[in-house]
């Protein structure tokens, strides 16, 4: 039997995150020497120890959307880029919107947000093995899905870390997606229609991330289904609701928690569970004014002019534009901010405000914001199942369900007239407007990059729109999947060189 590396063992808190955190690897959780004869059924077996393992787990997944890491996958879209100064700065994170010779196997920025995810994997894994409740097994199955959907959609093939059937090296597409279905469907089938502790996911949570797979899936998976998509999407809907005001959603003086919140990341304004983020999305010049205003910040991930102009060209009216993009800078005392000594002009060009969290105004510094960062919310699902409705030829259906819902919350309730999507569009139309839909109601909310590698879009939007990737004009296909870092081929020996993906 395995033993486990580890020289004491407690049934405390403390124990069990050495347990988790002790792998670098996505390989390396296997590779333990024994020190003691306990073996990993003693410390495993119990459902008392599985549950502190998960609710550490939980903590770990929610900080990758923590810090800089909440942001580095919006930057090289249409949707979001770096400031200036950041790009001056540090040619590897550079790379993620230049796409140049810096965006390689060796980049510690992208290394360091795989090495992240695989821990959580790993852990998740050998909770899903020896958990004894079927609500536990569902806990650890949505966790592992997640990050492993993370993960192939960043990485294309990826290993499958199950302790049934270890699959070390990186793994066919079709494989990876389906133990990802078989997880979210397991999960599904056990975990409650409710939870008390937000931080838990819901059977609904489970039945919206499966509807989105079958989506996203690209279509050489063999996965992709639209008729599976909009059955789970209809199992989630009814139970779910939109807030009537759009900018509800990032008021942190409000539950967040919402009709609408489907699965949440929950942060507060307190470190360390604190989520940083608007320290690297908020204004420079506001900052260097005044730590304590809540919308300063140093300008890492800024809103392209595609998202804070153009796709708004038309839509006057639209409640989502000021209540995502800050396109004002006056300070809540009346001193208005100017340039700082980097004399780069888009400190005090539109930020997100999504991150924004008005508790911290002149109490504390913005990195103390604390407000919800979402995953999967109602908006996404009505606007994923109107795409599924019309890729299976069902637009007027598509049309309506947009209309109805998500564009008329985004005009106050009362969709106005002209402003509706007519019946008549095509398919092809449809997919061009669902796509700049989708940009106005989830900016900076995690799923562009996704969104244009699946629908076929990633190279003609991005090198149009996002004007590093513009400038450099490196951009290829192949850049829709990450290198894998050299640290993973040097430490897995079951990833070599020529495992690496084409172009890199």
Known sequence: MKKIKIIKITQSIYILFLLLFGFTSCSDFLDETPKTSLTEEEVYGKDENLELLISGLYTQWRNTRQ????????????????????????????????YNGALNASNSTLAGEWSKRWPVVSAAAKAVYYAKSDELKAQAA????????????????????DLKNMRESRQPLPDVYQFI??????????????????????????????????????????????????????MVIPNYSLLPNYA?????????????????????????????????????????????????????????QYYHS????????????????RYDFKLPDGRVPQITWTGQSDELEPH?????????QGKQNFWYCGGL????????????????????????????????????????????????????????????????????????????????????????????????AKASGTIAEFHKWFPIPESEIKQNESINEEDQNPGY
């Open 67 to 98: 810090d800089r890491s909440a942001l580095y996958f919006t930057l090289g879209s249409d949707e979001g880029k770096q400031g200036g100064q950041q790009i001056q700065e540090n040619n590897t994170q550079a790379a993620l919107d230049k």
């Open 142 to 161: 949505f966790i592992r899905a997640s990050v492993c959907f993370d993960l192939v959609m960043l990485w294309g093939e990826i290993p499958i870390i």
């Open 181 to 234: 279905i078989d997880d979210l469907k397991f999960a599904s089938e056990h975990l409650p229609l409710t939870q008390q502790n937000k931080k838990i996911p819901t059977k609904g949570a489970a039945q919206a991330l499966l509807g989105k797979v079958y989506l996203y899936a690209p279509v050489e998976s063999g996965v992709r289904n639209y008729e599976n998509a909009v059955a789970y999407f209809d």
């Open 248 to 304: 509800d959603l990032f008021n942190t003086t409000l539950n967040q928690n919402s009709s609408e919140s489907i699965y949440a990341f929950q942060f507060i304004n307190q470190s360390p569970d604190n989520n940083m983020v608007q320290h690297h999305a908020g204004s420079r010049a506001v900052a260097d004014l005044d730590s304590n205003t809540y919308f300063g910040g140093y300008d890492l991930a800024l809103p392209t």
């Open 310 to 325: 153009d796709v708004w060209v038309g839509e006057d009216g639209d409640t989502r534009k000021t209540a995502s993009i």
């Open 352 to 360: 997100t405000k999504k991150f924004e969290d008005i508790r911290t």
């Open 373 to 468: 960062i979402y995953y999967l919310r109602l908006a996404d699902i009505l606007l994923c199942k109107a795409e599924c409705l019309n890729e299976l030829g069902k637009t007027a259906e598509a049309v309506n369900l947009v209309n109805t819902t998500v564009r008329k919350r985004a005009y106050g309730g009362t969709l106005p007239a002209g402003k509706e999507w007519s019946s008549s569009l095509s398919k092809e139309e449809f997919r061009v407007k669902i796509m700049d839909e989708r940009m106005r109601e989830l900016g900076f909310e995690g799923w562009r990059r996704m969104d244009l590698i699946r629908t076929g879009n990633f190279v003609n939007y991005i090198k149009e729109r996002n004007p590093w």
